[in-house]
């Protein structure tokens, strides 16, 4: 029998990587929780200065002055804006995000609700502008000096100009209305039905084997999707394109290109690297971009996630359920940071030895 041995270098390196990706997880997490409260914080002290009592909103024309306690009391309005927070957070992190004023359920549940309709339209949306956004790059500077770079510059320039609404506006005339191509109305079809399992609609499509409710989930989200990515595609198109054309500008390119190394070679193997590192960290910025974007694309495409519900909330100031919201949208754009940080440590070595 032949024994085998490990490599004691290879098992001794092992370990030191593990525990520093760990204690770089755990850093990111620990420098962004107290962002996260003095986001809550901002958004509570805002919402108590809004000169809108929510009370009188609550109660009939003809309420007592006894009513009028009674409700404040019960809102916990009767006690002072720091109080107020300390009890609000105490909460927020055992989940109770308190009742909603306008129809009394939990805050947490609507919330529960929503958040899956808007996670799906973030994700393809996400994925879409990441892709199409490196595509339209590499295309841009395969084409190099010549005059299709400049039409496409041109052409990216303007586009990054067109905010979503107005997208959303264009993609619908184009597609729903005018070609009839595709559905922009509502998450699915109005004769279909989906079995709720985990609330996300494509998922419990493919989890129940309802092929039909799962074309049609994907091609109600396909638009909406689509508006979120044009958004950051061209920003990121650009940065790929730029960053490519630096990097092609350093020594060691030239120096593959003198010892005969295939352009495809060093595009892949040389290039791409160094310069997905400030497309990725634009990635990151773009996210709070895209998030924020959910707000009127999900009202314009009648989607019933957070952004839909956020606009609801603002109207009837239920000032709960938008401090759930903000949070919410908080939480996430800290995460996607947090996962671009993670991506960045390990395309970069740099970062690696500065930990």
């Given at each position: 029998?032949?024994?085998?041995?490990?490599?004691?270098?290879?098992?001794?390196?092992?370990?030191?990587?593990?525990?520093?990706?760990?204690?770089?997880?755990?850093?990111?997490?620990?420098?962004?929780?107290?962002?996260?409260?003095?986001?809550?914080?901002?958004?509570?002290?805002?919402?108590?200065?809004?000169?809108?009592?929510?009370?009188?909103?609550?109660?009939?024309?003809?309420?007592?002055?006894?009513?009028?306690?009674?409700?404040?009391?019960?809102?916990?309005?009767?006690?002072?804006?720091?109080?107020?927070?300390?009890?609000?957070?105490?909460?927020?992190?055992?989940?109770?995000?308190?009742?909603?004023?306008?129809?009394?359920?939990?805050?947490?549940?609507?919330?529960?609700?929503?958040?899956?309709?808007?996670?799906q339209l973030l994700f393809f949306g996400f994925i879409a502008g990441i892709l199409l956004g490196v595509a339209i790059g590499?295309?841009?500077?395969?084409?190099?000096?010549?005059?299709?770079?400049?039409?496409?510059?041109?052409?990216?320039?303007?586009?990054?100009?067109?905010?979503?609404?107005?997208?959303?506006?264009?993609?619908?005339?184009?597609?729903?209305?005018?070609?009839?191509?595709?559905?922009?109305?509502?998450?699915?079809?109005?004769?279909?039905?989906?079995?709720?399992?985990?609330?996300?609609?494509?998922?419990?499509?493919?989890?129940?084997?309802?092929?039909?409710?799962?074309?049609?989930?994907?091609?109600?989200?396909?638009?909406?999707?689509?508006?979120?990515?044009?958004?950051?595609?061209?920003?990121?198109?650009?940065?790929?394109?730029?960053?490519?054309?630096?990097?092609?500008?350093?020594?060691?390119?030239?120096?593959?290109?003198?010892?005969?190394?295939?352009?495809?070679?060093?595009?892949?193997?040389?290039?791409?690297?160094?310069?997905?590192?400030?497309?990725?960290?634009?990635?990151?910025?773009?996210?709070?971009?895209?998030?924020?974007?959910?707000?009127?694309?999900?009202?314009?495409?009648?989607?019933?996630?957070?952004?839909?519900?956020?606009?609801?909330?603002?109207?009837?100031?239920?000032?709960?359920?938008?401090?759930?919201?903000?949070?919410?949208?908080?939480?996430?754009?800290?995460?996607?940071?947090?996962?671009?940080?993670?991506v960045l440590f390990q395309l970069n070595p740099r970062l690696r030895m500065q930990k």
């Amino acid at each position: 029998m032949t024994a085998v041995y490990s490599s004691p270098a290879a098992s001794d390196g092992l370990m030191p990587r593990l525990l520093s990706q760990v204690w770089l997880l755990a850093r990111q997490v620990l420098w962004r929780l107290p962002m996260l409260i003095l986001v809550s914080l901002i958004v509570f002290v805002i919402l108590r200065a809004i000169p809108v009592d929510p009370v009188t909103m609550l109660l009939p024309p003809g309420a007592t002055q006894q009513d009028i306690e009674n409700l404040t009391a019960e809102l916990g309005l009767d006690k002072n804006v720091v109080m107020q927070f300390l009890i609000w957070l105490k909460d927020a992190f055992q989940g109770d995000f308190g009742i909603s004023i306008q129809n009394g359920s939990a805050v947490s549940s609507m919330v529960a609700e929503a958040l899956p309709m808007t996670i799906q339209l973030l994700f393809f949306g996400f994925i879409a502008g990441i892709l199409l956004g490196v595509a339209i790059g590499l295309v841009t500077f395969s084409y190099r000096g010549t005059r299709v770079e400049k039409v496409i510059l041109s052409i990216n320039g303007i586009m990054m100009a067109i905010p979503d609404y107005l997208w959303a506006i264009i993609l619908i005339v184009i597609f729903g209305v005018g070609l009839q191509w595709l559905p922009f109305l509502g998450p699915v079809g109005a004769n279909i039905s989906i079995d709720h399992i985990t609330g996300f609609l494509t998922l419990d499509s493919l989890l129940t084997g309802n092929w039909e409710g799962l074309g049609s989930s994907l091609a109600h989200l396909i638009l909406p999707s689509m508006t979120l990515a044009l958004v950051i595609a061209t920003p990121i198109a650009r940065m790929a394109y730029s960053s490519l054309t630096e990097v092609y500008r350093e020594d060691y390119i030239h120096a593959a290109q003198l010892r005969g190394v295939s352009s495809k070679r060093i595009l892949m193997f040389h290039a791409l690297r160094n310069a997905s590192l400030p497309t990725v960290s634009l990635v990151g910025v773009q996210a709070s971009v895209i998030i924020g974007g959910t707000l009127l694309i999900e009202s314009i495409y009648g989607l019933p996630g957070i952004g839909s519900l956020m606009i609801k909330a603002m109207r009837s100031f239920d000032m709960q359920v938008i401090q759930a919201i903000a949070l919410t949208y908080a939480v996430t754009v800290q995460v996607i940071n947090m996962i671009t940080d993670l991506v960045l440590f390990q395309l970069n070595p740099r970062l690696r030895m500065q930990k």
